[in-house]
């Protein structure tokens, strides 16, 4: 079953057949809840307008292969959504170490046993409540 209305098949057929106004429509259409989709998972605006680009880049050259399963809005976001994970994938990875953070590295005096109850806090953790109430109720 197919979520295509008439007026996507419409502007389907339009494009198709190279027709500028069909491709302006499209843009006009659906270029805005893209871009608003593509700015809250991207942080950076500039890469949220380039997905959006290429996503209807996409659509242009898979157009002719659009088999009609789905709404054109429909499509052009799992477009997007492709380009966002691109986007992501091709981000540098930052890592670091908690030595490199709190010191207790080799160059440090710090040995890794304090470095650890620097970390900790001297706050009871959760699971301390639950040991000290399980040993109450061994108790009693």
Known sequence: MSDMTEADRYLLEQIRQGNADGWTQLVD???GRLLAFAREQLSDAHAAEDAVQETFLGFLKAVATFRQQSSLETYLF???RHRIIDNYRRRPVHSCSLQDEFGGGSTSDTPPAELGQTLAGTDPSASWYVRRD???DQLR
Do not use: G
């Open 134 to 136: 399980e040993a109450q």
């Open 29 to 31: 259409r659906h270029q």
């Open 78 to 80: 799992v477009i997007l």
